[in-house]
């Protein structure tokens, strides 16, 4: 090479043209650029020489006479004429199969578009081959699903900006994947898949690439609630029905399906109580008194009958398979059934004519078993009550209703009869939290009549199902727990009677499992059990409905033992998962509670250690029902009572702090 000569470069991957001035050792050249800047260059890193002789002022000049022969569309005619006999060419060649001439600026516009090119030509070695048609299609249409991605990925930006800034934002479906990958990355951090997609986002956004950075971005877009149900998220419990589904449902209303038990034993001439919350929807069982002529009383319980609108393995149990149970959050329910069928046809409805799965049960004096039969039956519910409603009912004596005083009386004998069984109790404080809009309320349970009374007359259905099922040999999913290993009277004695020793026999109680084996039930003091009385709400109970209701009308059963083995494993961990949905949100609502209201005392009660030699012990907030655990800076021991408030609250991150008031004020006296 020789002083003079016009060469190219690159520089940071940029195009750049320099004269040569003078060589630089045995090897290098200084090339002077058009902006008077040096640089020592090695001939490997000259990637075109144009020739010479020019000056560094030259090259602007000479830069502006290639500009009109830059054109990519050009390299498609010579590559059509050059593909069919697979000729090479260098710049030169493609200079005069372009533009009909070789001057050196003409040959350097050839040597730019040759370089430029990614879709017709490839260099191999210093000449430039022709791709294959196959390989040009294939190359075109990589480019322009690029050009889309850049075109979706920029209009994907500008969304985000807009829905930033509080505008009303339309997103697209290619929108999707993207802001799928963002939700995935804020639920489940850095063992999200495709974080790669969610990180790009917030980088080009400049924000920290971390999950909580992901979860903000999502709430200041308005996509997600600054409370947002991370557990429900983790999980893999359907939020919504598919238009299937909700078909299906929609055409059982308007076109019920014809009744597998059409012989329904007539009850409608019975009261029936229902009994429930409030807020309840999915009206799921009643209760009934009968006055026999030898002056004896049958119980009836009546059960709703969601199996009358289905058929196992069908669009609506197939769904109801899928999700195990009802979720009840302090946000809102998310039901097993789709609502309008499960608060509607499939409930008992007061008023309404409805397809039951009816208990008969005859007790004895004592509160055993006697006699019983179940009957698919139509009932009609006479009276929507509350807790609350029966509870002053009860303790009026209203004479217009002896049979609720006389359901009562059988359930306060069942409860004696379980206890004379073996039947372990523990009560302990139960809190309900609600959340309508931005207001949270925390309502402690009392353990009343009207809420004893339903729950003996459920236990007494759920044993009665297991007898049925046991004696007629049906796999059922029967629900038994272990005999605990409880501490000595003497240990119990010990500690202060109420949440501190029920406390102390909860921690000991194993959990209860389903098999369908039938098998003892500890805590309830039964020697078999299953769950039948919230078909609507539960799986398991809607199983138990199948096999009893098909037994009944002599048909074959719908699960086979085997069969109802697997489903039972899987409804097992699914219902495991839904109790630590609702427990978790339970926990994060209760600490949004606290967190607002940290200016409160609460009356707290000591109740056990979680990890004494660390001094953390878990704590019972009376008013509220909740336990928590407590870090303690002095000694403490189960039973003693606390007035504490609030330090620090981070729901998000799960973390509350609380501060002793009686103690803080004795050690600021100090």
């Not at 800047?37 to 000259?46: E, S």
């Not at 893999?236 to 909700?246: E, S």
């Not at 009944?552 to 086979?560: C, E, I, K, M």
Request: hydrophobic residues 40%; negative net charge; contains cysteine.
């Amino acid at each position: 090479m020789e002083k003079g000569t016009l060469v190219e470069f690159r520089l940071n991957g940029e195009r750049r043209l320099a004269v040569a001035d003078r060589p630089e050792g045995k090897k290098h050249w200084i090339v002077i650029d058009d902006r008077g800047q040096t640089h020592t260059l090695h001939p490997r890193q000259i990637t075109y020489e144009v020739g010479q002789p020019y000056k560094p002022s030259d090259i602007p000049h000479f830069l502006k006479s290639i500009q009109p022969y830059l054109d990519p569309s050009n390299l498609e005619v010579a590559w059509e004429i050059l593909v069919e006999e697979g000729e090479t060419v260098d710049p030169k060649a493609m200079s005069l199969l372009l533009f009909s001439d070789q001057s050196p600026n003409l040959n350097y516009a050839a040597h730019w578009l040759l370089s430029d090119d990614k879709l017709y030509f490839k260099l191999k070695g210093d000449r430039y081959e022709p791709r294959s048609s196959a390989q040009v299609l294939e190359l075109k249409h990589q480019l322009e699903m690029e050009a889309q991605r850049e075109q979706e990925w920029q209009g994907f930006l500008a969304r985000v900006e807009q829905a930033l800034a509080g505008q009303p934002t339309e997103w697209l479906s290619s929108d999707r994947p993207r802001l799928d990958a963002l939700e995935r990355f804020a639920t489940f951090g850095e063992e999200a898949t495709q974080r790669a997609s969610a990180l790009e986002t917030l980088l080009h956004l400049k924000r920290p690439e971390t999950s909580q950075a992901a979860f903000q971005l999502l709430v200041e877009m308005g996509l997600w609630s600054l409370h947002e149900n991370l557990a429900l998220r983790r999980s893999q419990i359907p939020v919504h029905f598919p238009p299937r589904v909700l078909e299906v449902a929609h055409h059982c209303l308007t076109s019920p399906p014809p009744d597998l038990n059409a012989d329904r034993l007539d009850l409608t001439h019975l009261k029936v109580y229902t009994i429930d919350d409030e807020s309840t929807l999915e009206i799921d069982d009643g209760l009934s008194l009968e006055y026999l002529d030898d002056g004896a009383q049958r119980l009836w319980i009546h059960i709703a009958d969601p199996t009358r609108w289905m058929q196992p393995g069908d669009d609506l149990d197939l769904e109801a398979r899928r999700r195990i149970t009802t979720l009840y959050l302090p946000t809102g329910m998310i039901s097993m059934f789709p609502t309008e069928l499960a608060t509607g046809p499939m409930s008992l409805v007061q008023g309404r004519v409805c397809c039951a799965l009816s208990f008969s049960v005859i007790l004895s004096p004592t509160g055993a078993i006697q006699d019983y039969s179940i009957h698919a039956s139509l009932i009609k519910a006479t009276y929507r009550l509350t807790y609350d409603d029966v509870d002053e009912m009860l303790e009026l004596g209203v004479q217009a209703e002896s049979e609720l005083e006389a359901i009562a009386q059988w359930a306060k004998r069942r409860q004696a009869w379980r206890q004379s069984q073996g039947s372990i109790s523990i009560h302990m404080p139960e809190s309900s939290i609600k959340v309508y809009g931005d207001e949270i309320t925390i309502q402690v349970l009392n353990d009343s009549l009207a809420r004893q009374l339903v729950a003996e007359m459920m236990i007494l259905t759920g044993e009665v199902a297991a007898h049925y099922g046991r004696a007629n040999n049906l796999p059922l999913p029967f629900r038994n727990q272990p005999q605990p290993e409880l501490p000595s009277e003497e240990e119990l004695l010990q500690l202060p009677s109420g949440p501190v020793r029920s406390c102390a026999i909860r921690r000991c109680m194993p959990r209860s499992e389903l098999s369908i084996t039938p098998s003892r039930h500890a805590s309830l003091g039964l020697e078999t059990y299953t769950q039948v009385t919230s078909p609507i709400r539960r799986y398991s109970d809607l199983l138990a409905h199948f096999q009893i209701k098909a037994h009944l009308r002599g048909a074959s059963l719908p699960f086979s033992a085997e069969a109802m083995k697997e489903l039972i494993l899987s409804i097992s961990s699914a219902a495991y998962e839904a109790v630590l949905v609702e427990r978790q949100t339970n926990r994060y609502w209760g600490l949004e509670f606290l967190r607002r209201n940290a200016d409160e005392v609460w009356d707290a009660l000591m109740l056990r250690w979680l990890r004494e030699h660390e001094n953390l012990g878990l704590v019972l907030l009376e008013d509220l029902g909740i336990e928590l655990p407590m870090r303690f800076t002095r000694p403490v021991t189960p039973g003693d009572r606390l007035e504490l408030k609030v330090s620090h609250a981070d729901p998000r991150q799960d973390i509350i702090q609380f501060q002793e008031m009686m103690y803080q004020e004795a050690q600021a006296k100090n």
